[in-house]
C-alpha cells in the first residue's frame, strides 16, 4: 500500500523489464481511468516524498520470497526515493532464498495463520500470520548487500495486543499493545549490522513482523501467501483492518489474484469465486478511503494438450470476471507460458 501527502492519481515509473511492453493504464481511486496511457518506457518527471512520503502494500498470493515484489520496490525506489524491504514477517519458510534481507530465527515459534485455526483471542494479522513467541524465541535480521538495502535506518515492530519485553541487542523495550495493531519504532545508525530480537516469552504477545524503512522515500511491503485465492483476505476481522488504517495508512494498494484458482485449467466458470473476492475488495475499499487501488490480472497458466503447451482456457474466463467486473479494472502481462515452453522445450521436459 501507498501513502502520499495529495490526494492525486499515482504515476509510476519505468517498470522491471519482467513486465514487458504490457500496457498499464492509471486509475483514480473511484476507478476512472485517466486520459493517458502509461507504457513501461515513458516516465514522469522524478519526484522526492519527503518525510515519511508514500506507502504501498502488494498482495501477491504466490511471490513468498519477493522475488518479483521485489524488482518493483527497487524501480520506485530509485525513482522517488526510498531505501529498506518494507515487511517481514517473524519467521517464513522461504527465508533462506529471500535476497532482499538476511533473516533467521529459532524453531519454537508457534505459527497461526490462514490454513490453521488460530485458538479463540489470536487475532490474524495483515499477512494472514501471526507469530507466538516461546521462551527464549529469537528472530534476526540483517541486511545485504544491494543498493538502499545495504543498512537499516527506521524499524518498526507490529505486534498485537498485550504487553511484555523484547530486547533488541543489548537493550530492553517494552511493548504495550492497547490496540489490536501496534507499532514499537525506533532509528539505527550505519554502524548497526544486525538486529536480534529476543522475547521472554512469560507475556505472550503476538508479533506480526517487522518493518524495515527510511526517513524519507516510497516503501512496498510484499504481503504473499501461497496456496490461496484472496478470498481468505475476508478472515480478517474489520477492527484489524481499522487499525492498520490508523497505525500504517497506505497509498496504494495492488492485489494480485487468480493463479490459485486456475486448479482446474479446462473449467470456465467462476461465479462462485466472483461474488466472494468482490466482497473482499468492497470491504478493503471501505476501509481504506483514502487509498488507490490497482488489480493485476491472473498470471498465465499453460497445461499440456496433445502434445503441446496451452494457455487453460480458465485463463481468458478468469481475467474476463476481473475485467468486466464492475468498480475495478484489471492489468493483465499476456498469455506467455505457451511460447516460452516451445521456444526452450528444455525448460519444462
Known amino acids: 500500500m501507498l501513502r502520499t501527502p495529495s490526494k492525486r492519481p499515482i504515476a509510476c515509473p519505468r517498470l522491471p523489464d519482467v513486465y514487458g511492453n504490457s500496457r498499464l493504464w492509471l486509475h483514480d481511486r473511484n476507478f476512472r481511468r485517466r486520459d493517458a496511457p502509461f507504457y513501461g518506457g515513458a516516465a514522469p518527471a522524478p519526484h522526492r516524498f519527503q518525510e515519511k512520503g508514500a506507502h504501498c502494500v502488494f498482495w501477491r498470493f504466490h511471490d513468498r ?47 497461526y495463520h490462514f490454513k490453521n485455526k488460530p485458538p479463540a483471542g489470536v487475532e490474524l494479522g495483515i499477512s494472514g500470520h501471526t507469530f507466538v513467541p516461546a521462551p527464549e524465541s529469537w528472530v534476526r535480521f540483517q541486511p545485504v548487500k ?78 504473499s501467501f501461497r496456496g490461496i485465492s484472496g478470498i481468505e483476505l475476508g478472515k480478517l476481522s474489520s477492527d484489524m483492518w481499522k487499525q492498520v488504517q490508523s497505525v500504517r495508512p497506505y497509498d496504494l494498494i495492488v492485489l494480485h489474484y487468480g493463479a490459485n484458482v486456475l486448479f482446474m485449467p479446462e473449467n470456465t466458470r467462476f461465479d462462485w469465486y466472483e461474488r466472494p473476492m468482490e466482497k473482499v475488495v468492497d470491504s478493503l475499499r471501505r476501509y481504506f478511503p483514502q487509498s488507490s487501488f490497482l488489480i493485476v490480472g491472473t498470471a498465465d497458466k499453460a497445461y499440456r494438450k496433445n502434445g503441446r503447451y496451452v494457455t487453460a482456457p480458465g485463463v481468458k474466463a478468469l481475467l474476463k470476471v476481473q475485467r468486466n467486473s464492475p468498480k475495478r479494472t484489471a492489468w493483465h502481462t499476456g498469455t506467455c507460458i505457451p511460447p516460452w515452453a516451445e521456444t526452450a522445450p528444455w525448460r519444462v521436459g
Open 65 to 111: 520470497g519477493d522475488l518479483i515484489t521485489q524488482d518493483l520496490r527497487d524501480s520506485l525506489q530509485s525513482f522517488f526515493g526510498g531505501e529498506g524491504v518494507g515487511f517481514v514477517p517473524a519467521t517464513s519458510v522461504v527465508s533462506g532464498f529471500r535476497t532482499t534481507i538476511a533473516h533467521s530465527f529459532s524453531p519454537n515459534w508457534t505459527d
Open 146 to 223: 544491494r543498493d538502499r538495502l545495504d543498512e537499516f535506518g527506521e524499524v518498526s515492530i507490529l505486534y498485537g495486543k498485550g504487553a511484555g519485553q523484547v530486547r533488541i541487542n543489548e537493550r530492553s523495550a517494552a511493548l504495550q499493545g492497547i490496540g489490536k495493531l501496534n507499532a514499537y519504532s525506533f532509528f539505527t545508525d550505519s554502524a548497526t549490522k544486525s538486529l536480534t530480537f529476543k522475547f521472554s516469552g512469560d507475556q505472550q504477545v503476538p508479533l506480526y513482523g517487522v518493518c524495515f524503512e527510511s526517513r524519507e522515500g516510497i516503501f512496498l511491503d510484499n504481503f
